[in-house]
């Protein structure tokens, strides 16, 4: 049974910061791009960064410059580091595990998500 674990979520006051674990199990983890997407009332889920299996990178454009992920393989874990939170950061995040093989399919997983809310 896959199953991806968010936490870290909570209420923190604008210009602060979180940081977000994801752990997985159930899956091969080092082998799968994984990711952190939000959704805010209202709004379409977007992504928020992603992860290669090789590690590489790639954010979206509101939150380049302030929010950093990571993985370590060892602990089957990928964290979202947010620096000078937003008002407009609130929403729900979410984890995203995705592995693609051109014989096998595309396998994609979701976490359960955590609330973030930025508030004064």
């Known amino acids: 049974q896959v199953q991806l674990v968010e936490s870290g979520g909570g209420l923190v006051q604008p210009g602060g910061s979180l940081r977000l674990s994801c752990v997985a199990s159930?899956?091969?983890?080092?082998?799968?791009?994984m990711g952190w997407y939000r959704q805010a009332p209202g709004k379409q889920r977007e992504l928020v960064a992603s992860i290669t299996s090789g590690g590489r990178t790639n954010y979206g454009d509101s939150v380049k410059g302030r929010f950093t992920m990571s993985r370590d393989n060892a602990k089957n874990t990928v964290y979202l580091q947010m620096n000078s939170l937003k008002l407009e950061d609130t929403a729900v995040y979410y984890c995203n595990a995705v592995l693609s093989r051109a014989v096998a399919g595309r396998f994609e997983y979701w976490g359960q998500g955590t609330q973030v809310t930025v508030s004064s």
């Open positions: 159930g899956i091969a983890f080092s082998i799968y791009d």
